[in-house]
């Protein structure tokens, strides 16, 4: 038995794993890369595997950086079965189809600069078109439903409580009379997630693959963070500005809308939250929140405790979706305090820009993360305190307090990850960690054999190894991953690149010595001459 780490391999985004065994080929997610451009290039390049040995794939859950490549797969010829929970091929129609579109929309910007440079056009990695045809591959299953592929392979999803229907994947494969469980995790939800069930313990598994996002880091419990969350909303308002939540469209909007809605109920601040507008500015968390409600088989006891009285958990008399650009626009003409909660989650693309663009500026204004932002993004630059931001090619200055909060999380944190393989009664007899920023995941690794004592690998971009964690050489690898470390090093260069540049621009008041200055410009001139010898 063989794995190869095609994605989410010392990186967050791009999850997709090649399984080999009991005479079958298969994928687990096929997701896209996001954040770093170093990352976003190999969504580009051709599959790294030969697509017509793949088998079927098995997609543990809906978020784009593990599904995002499925219709890239179905264009390219794929016409094996995407096995996925019912929720999340629901889910799937509505976000492969987004992505197709915010696809054409990138290449038609690209397109234009191209084609003034006299080059030719270029075509999108997939089209909306390309994302709602691939459905046709989708095959929705139940949890703990067993899938039998042959004799000697099956599998089943169990709750993962990372977004409505996440799954752990199980699988067990026989070869040479031997059965062996393989245990992917994909991504492993936190604990007490609004409307969502927990992550489902397991009894065994002898070889096991874990995400590791939070690997090295706690966050806080909702029970905690979720009073702080109404204050920097009823704060805001009463200073006079806009709060501006960043947010996954899919999970975690619908997550903060419920929060909401459950202090709107309480006594006392339930009236000072009713008068706030509330406003869903992203066309697909309108059609997400829609598909929540449609599967209320997914939700956990309180959740299903609102709907049995009646209530809906995401409807509220504030609350407004805009689905229409015109709608997305007015928002920031009409002063009025208000709380806009829109995509994309990491401020790369999407509605998110305009109302960062607007309000950003403005010191009355919140900023609220409540998801992971991945290095290098837009809003990891605001996130970690950068004064002077560039969206739309318009320099824009932080002047808006910027806030976060971990505990919306849909991650386990470290202690999390750490306290569900304890749970694990016949403990796996090694592990791969993936899905996770390399220095955390050694940290991850490091507490895990001191806890377990359980050897652990960090696989790179596709590294092969035997089931059992045993590295298996390959030179086209090692000729890529250097290609791909040569990447890694540009992308810190540029931001390095970038971060002289703001403080050289941002310094209005000569606060850098002259002496400083010269010491700047001749490393710089020192790398200029390096770069200049690359031919
Ligand atoms: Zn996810």
Not at 104 to 123: I, L
Not at 274 to 303: C, G, H, M, R, W
Not at 314 to 334: G, I, Y
Request: hydrophobic content about 35%; proline content about 3%.
């Amino acid at each position: 038995m063989k794995i190869t780490f095609y994605g989410a391999a010392r990186t967050v985004t791009g999850s997709c794993h090649m399984v080999e065994a009991a005479g079958k080929k298969f994928l687990v997610d096929c997701g896209m890369f996001q954040g770093k451009v170093t990352d976003q290039i190999l969504n580009y390049d051709e599959f790294p595997f030969n697509i017509n040995e793949v088998d079927f794939v098995i997609l543990t859950h809906a978020h784009i950086d593990h599904s995002g490549r499925i219709p890239k797969l179905y264009k390219e010829g794929y016409t094996g079965t995407i096995y996925a929970t019912n929720a999340t091929m629901d889910l799937c129609s509505i976000m492969l189809a987004d992505s197709g579109h915010i696809q054409e929309k990138e290449m038609e910007w690209v397109n234009k600069k191209r084609k003034r440079a006299g080059k030719k056009e270029n075509e999108p990695m997939y089209t909306a078109q390309d994302g709602i045809d691939s459905l046709k591959l989708f095959k929705g299953i139940d949890y703990n439903q067993e899938i039998v592929i042959n004799e000697n392979l099956y599998f089943k999803l169990i709750d993962a409580g990372h977004m409505l229907g996440s799954s752990i994947v199980e699988i067990y494969a026989t070869e040479d009379g031997k059965t062996e469980k393989i245990v992917f995790t994909g991504d492993l939800g936190n604990t007490n997630i609004p409307i969502i069930n927990d992550p489902v313990y397991i009894k065994e598994a002898d070889h096991l693959i874990i995400e590791s996002t939070y690997g090295n880091r706690l966050h806080g419990t909702l029970e905690d963070q979720s009073e702080k969350f109404i204050n920097i909303m009823v704060d805001t308002i009463k200073r006079g500005g806009n709060l501006i939540i960043p947010s996954f469209a899919v999970g975690r909007t619908q997550e903060i809308l419920y929060e909401i809605n459950k202090y709107a109920k309480k006594r006392g601040i339930g009236k000072e939250i009713k008068k706030i507008p509330v406003y869903v500015d992203s066309p697909l968390a309108v059609s997400a929140t829609k598909i929540f409600q449609e599967n209320p088989e997914y939700y956990d006891k309180e959740a299903l405790n609102y709907l049995l009285k009646g209530n809906n958990p995401l409807e509220f008399d504030n609350l407004h979706f805009v689905t229409t650009s015109d709608e997305s626009r007015a928002l920031n003409e009409d002063l009025t305090p208000k709380v806009i909660i829109s995509a994309s989650g990491m401020c790369e693309v999407g509605r998110i820009k305009h109302h960062l663009k607007h309000n950003l500026y403005r010191p009355e204004c919140t900023i609220l993360f409540v998801g992971y932002q991945a290095k290098g993004t837009l809003g990891e630059r605001i996130q970690t305190g950068e004064k002077l931001v560039k969206i739309f090619g318009d320099e824009i200055a932080v002047n808006a307090q910027i806030e976060y909060l971990d505990a919306f999380s849909g991650h386990a944190d470290k202690d999390g990850l750490l306290k569900w393989i304890d749970k694990i009664k016949k403990k796996p007899k090694n592990i791969f960690i993936v899905h996770g920023e390399y220095e955390g995941q050694q940290a991850f690794k490091n507490a895990i054999i001191e806890k377990f004592g359980i050897p652990c690998v960090i696989p790179n971009y596709e590294e092969s190894y035997t089931i059992d964690g045993k590295f298996i050489n390959n030179e086209v690898i090692e000729y890529k991953s250097t290609r791909y470390d040569i990447l890694e090093i540009l992308s810190t260069l540029k931001e390095e690149v970038d971060l002289v540049s703001n403080k050289v621009k941002s310094d209005l008041k000569n606060n850098i010595s002259t002496d400083e200055l010269i010491s700047i410009q001749s490393k710089l001139n020192s790398v200029k001459k390096a770069l200049s010898k690359v031919k």
